[in-house]
C-alpha cells in the first residue's frame, strides 16, 4: 500500500508541471470538442491529434493522448442530450434518456448529471486502476515469450469474441492485420518478405498511416452521406447547468454500482464502452422501482451509463499500461504513437521508467477533476459547436489528418497509404468486416510472431511448450473459452 | 456480402499464403521462423474466407446482399475518389510547392466539393486552415514543414 503512495507521489511530481497541466487541459478541451461532434470518437480524436504530441517528451505525450481520450468521453454525450445524434458508438445510450430530459426542458441537469457522472465513473475507474496496475505489472515481468505469445493470442481472440458481429468477418480482419504486421524485413533473419519488389515496403508499412487512414478518413468518408446534416439547438432552454437534491437521490446509488462494472468491462479486450453502457443501462433498469420511466427522461437512465462509460475507458488503460497491449482501438491508436515516440507500454514501464507510468495515472486523476470543471461551467458554450455544420468540420478534420500523417516521418509519401486505407476502410465497413480487430493485430503481430518463434526455438521446435508453461495454458483456455461463449451465444441468438 | 467477403479473403489469404511459401529456407538458425506464422495467417484467412462463402449455400442463413450504394449514392462515391487522388496529389506536390499552398488549394478544393456554392466561405476556412496550422506546427510547435518560394519569405 505504501508503494502505491509513493509511486502515485512520483507521478504526481510528474504531472504536476506546469507544462503537463496545461496539455492536460489542451488535450481534454480538444477531445471533448471531437467526442462531442456527431460520428467522431475517441479513436479519431487521438488519431487526428497525433501530431500535437511530437515534439513532446513520452509522459507528456501520453498525458495529452489519456487527456484527448477521456476528454472525448466527456464531450460524447452532449450531442445524444441536445440534438439526439450520438457523438460515438458509447454515447448512444445517452440519447434514450437524455434527449427526453432535453424535450422536458431539463438540459440542463442532463448535461449536468452527465458530467458529475462522467467525473464519478472516471475517479472509481482511476482508483481500481492505481491498485491493479502495479501487481499485473509485476507479475507480467516473470512471463517468457510462451506466456507473452499466449497472452497476445487470447488479446485478439477475445477481440473478436467479446465484441458483437461476426465471428469469421473478426477472423478475417485479424488476419488482414497480421498480414499487413508481416510486410517489410523479417527482424529475425533479415529476410525480405511480402514486398513484392517494391523498396519503399521494406521497413514495413507505417501502422500510424494505417490507423490515421481507417479512423479518421474513413470516418469522414462515412460522414459524406450527411454532409446537409444542420442540428437544430435550442440553448436558451438548457437552464441552469446543475442538479437538484431529488436527482442526486436517484443517481448517486446507480453511478456507484455501474462504475466497477463499466471498469470491468473497459478491462477485458474487445469489450468497449458501446458494451458498457448498455450494460449499465439494462442493469439500472431491472433494478428500478420505475422502469416505466426510462426512456422517457429518468436521470438515472442518463447516469449510469455515463459512470460506466468513464470508469470503461480507465479500464481499457490497464492492459495497455501493465501488458503494452492495447483492448480497443483508441488505446491501439494510443500505442502506436507512443511506439513512433520510442516508448513500449508493458510491465517494464513500471520498473524503467516509473515517472512516465506513474505521471500518467495521476496525470489521469487531475485530468478528471479539470474536466468536470471545463464541462460544467462551460457546458453551455461547448454544445455550441454543435451548430456548426458537418460540411465544414469534414474538411478540417481530413485536412488535420493528413498534416498528421505527415509528420509521422516529415514525409508526404505516407498520403497515399492514408488515402487508400481510407477507401479500404470504407469498403470494409460496408461488407461489416470489422476495423478494431484489423488495426489491433497490426500493431500486436510483430510481438505475436516473434513470441512464437523464440517460444519454439527454445522448445527445441516443440509446440506442446505453450500448455506445458502455466501461465500460458490459461491465457489459450481463456482464449478458447470465450471462443465457446461467443459461438454458443450466437447460436441462441439466432435461434 | 458474406460470399464476397469470404472470396475477398480467400483470394488475398491465398496469393499471401503462395508467397510465404516461396520465401527462402534458411539454411541456419530459426529455419522454419520466417514462414512459420504468414503460412499459419494465410490458412486461417483462406479457411474463415472459405466457411463464411460456404455458409451463403443455405438460404436461411445467406446474408443480405451487399449494398456499396454506387447509384443510390453516386455522388458519395465521386466525392471519395476525388478526395482520395487530391489528397495523394496534394502530398506529392507538398516537398516542392511548400505547405501553405498546397494546404490552402486542398482545403479549398475539398471545402468546394463539400460545402458547395459557398465560395467566400470556403475561401477563408482554406487559408485560415493553412495559416493556424502553419503557425501552431511550424511557429509555436517547432516541427518541420515543408518550405517552398512562399515560406522562405517569411522570416519563421
Known amino acids: 500500500m505504501q508503494a502505491i503512495f509513493s509511486n502515485l507521489a512520483l507521478g504526481m511530481q510528474t504531472a504536476m508541471t506546469w507544462t503537463n497541466i496545461l496539455w492536460v487541459i489542451v488535450g481534454g478541451s480538444l477531445g471533448t470538442i471531437i467526442g462531442m461532434l456527431p460520428g467522431l470518437g475517441p479513436a479519431t480524436g487521438v488519431a487526428i491529434l497525433i501530431p500535437i504530441t511530437f515534439g513532446m517528451n513520452p509522459a507528456t505525450a501520453l498525458i495529452t493522448m489519456c487527456a484527448v481520450y477521456y476528454g472525448a468521453m466527456f464531450g460524447g454525450s452532449r450531442a445524444s442530450i441536445m440534438i439526439n445524434v450520438p457523438g460515438d458508438a458509447s454515447a448512444i445510450v445517452s440519447c434514450f434518456d437524455g434527449y427526453p430530459m432535453t424535450k422536458q426542458g431539463r438540459a440542463g441537469p442532463a448535461l449536468a448529471i452527465s458530467a458529475i457522472a462522467s467525473f464519478i465513473g472516471g475517479t472509481i475507474g482511476m482508483l481500481f486502476l492505481i491498485f491493479l496496475t502495479q501487481p499485473i505489472a509485476s507479475a507480467a515481468l516473470k512471463f517468457g515469450p510462451a506466456e507473452m505469445f499466449s497472452l497476445l493470442f487470447f488479446a485478439l481472440v477475445a477481440t473478436i469474441t467479446l465484441s458483437e458481429g461476426d465471428l469469421l468477418k473478426g477472423l478475417i480482419a485479424i488476419a488482414f492485420g497480421l498480414m499487413l504486421s508481416t510486410i517489410g524485413i523479417d527482424a529475425m533473419t533479415g529476410l525480405v518478405r511480402f514486398t513484392y519488389g517494391m523498396g519503399s515496403l521494406n521497413d514495413g508499412i507505417d501502422f500510424l498511416a494505417i490507423i490515421i487512414g481507417v479512423y479518421a478518413v474513413t470516418e469522414v468518408y462515412k460522414n459524406f452521406k450527411d454532409i446537409n446534416a444542420v442540428y437544430k439547438l435550442d440553448s436558451k432552454t438548457i437552464g441552469k447547468v446543475w442538479i437538484s437534491k431529488e436527482d442526486w437521490k436517484r443517481t448517486w446509488k446507480p453511478m456507484l454500482r455501474n462504475s466497477p462494472l463499466g471498469f470491468l468491462i473497459g478491462v477485458l479486450p474487445g469489450m468497449g464502452g458501446s458494451i458498457a453502457t448498455f450494460m449499465s443501462y439494462a442493469l439500472e433498469k431491472n433494478l428500478s422501482k420505475h422502469p416505466e420511466e426510462f426512456g422517457k427522461g429518468a436521470i438515472e437512465g442518463l447516469a449510469a451509463p455515463e459512470a460506466s462509460n468513464n470508469a470503461c475507458s480507465c479500464g481499457a488503460m490497464v492492459p495497455l499500461l501493465t501488458l503494452g497491449i492495447p483492448g480497443s482501438g483508441t488505446t491501439a491508436v494510443m500505442l502506436g504513437a507512443l511506439m513512433m515516440l520510442g516508448v513500449r507500454p508493458g510491465p517494464t514501464l513500471f520498473t524503467d521508467h516509473p515517472e512516465i507510468a506513474w505521471g500518467v495515472i495521476a496525470s489521469m486523476l487531475l485530468g478528471n477533476i479539470i474536466l468536470v470543471i471545463i464541462n460544467l461551467p462551460l457546458a453551455i458554450p461547448l454544445v455550441q459547436l454543435l451548430r456548426v455544420p458537418t460540411r465544414i468540420m469534414l474538411p478540417i478534420i481530413m485536412g488535420l489528418a493528413l498534416i498528421g500523417t505527415y509528420f509521422l516521418n516529415y514525409s508526404s509519401a505516407d498520403f497515399i497509404i492514408v488515402m487508400i486505407a481510407g477507401v479500404i476502410g470504407y469498403i470494409f465497413s460496408k461488407l461489416e468486416i470489422p476495423l478494431p480487430p484489423l488495426v489491433l493485430a497490426l500493431i500486436l503481430g510483430g510481438a505475436a510472431e516473434q513470441n512464437l518463434r523464440n517460444s519454439i526455438v527454445l522448445s527445441n521446435g516443440s509446440p506442446l511448450i505453450f500448455l506445458q508453461k502455466p501461465i500460458s495454458a490459461v491465457f489459450l483456455v481463456l482464449a478458447v473459452a470465450t471462443l465457446a461463449y461467443a459461438i454458443l451465444k450466437r447460436k441462441k441468438q439466432a435461434a | ?156
Open chain 2, 1 to 156: 456480402m458474406n460470399l464476397m467477403t469470404g472470396i475477398i479473403a480467400i483470394v488475398i489469404g491465398g496469393i499471401y499464403l503462395v508467397t510465404a511459401m516461396l520465401l527462402p529456407q534458411m539454411t541456419m538458425g530459426d529455419r522454419l521462423g520466417p514462414k512459420l506464422f504468414p503460412s499459419i495467417i494465410g490458412v486461417v484467412a483462406i479457411v474463415a474466407g472459405a466457411v463464411l462463402a460456404f455458409r451463403e449455400r443455405n438460404p436461411e442463413k445467406r446474408s443480405k446482399k451487399t449494398d456499396f450504394g454506387f447509384v443510390k449514392h453516386k455522388s458519395v462515391w465521386i466525392k471519395i475518389l476525388l478526395t482520395t487522388i487530391v489528397g495523394i496529389a496534394y502530398g506529392l506536390v507538398m516537398d516542392s510547392l511548400g505547405f501553405l499552398i498546397p494546404t490552402t488549394l486542398f482545403m479549398l478544393f475539398i471545402t468546394t466539393l463539400i460545402n458547395k456554392g459557398r465560395v467566400v466561405q470556403n475561401l477563408i476556412i482554406a487559408i485560415a486552415f493553412a495559416v493556424l496550422t502553419y503557425g501552431v506546427f511550424a511557429v509555436a510547435l517547432k516541427l518541420s514543414l515543408p518550405r517552398g518560394f512562399l515560406e522562405q519569405m517569411l522570416p519563421f
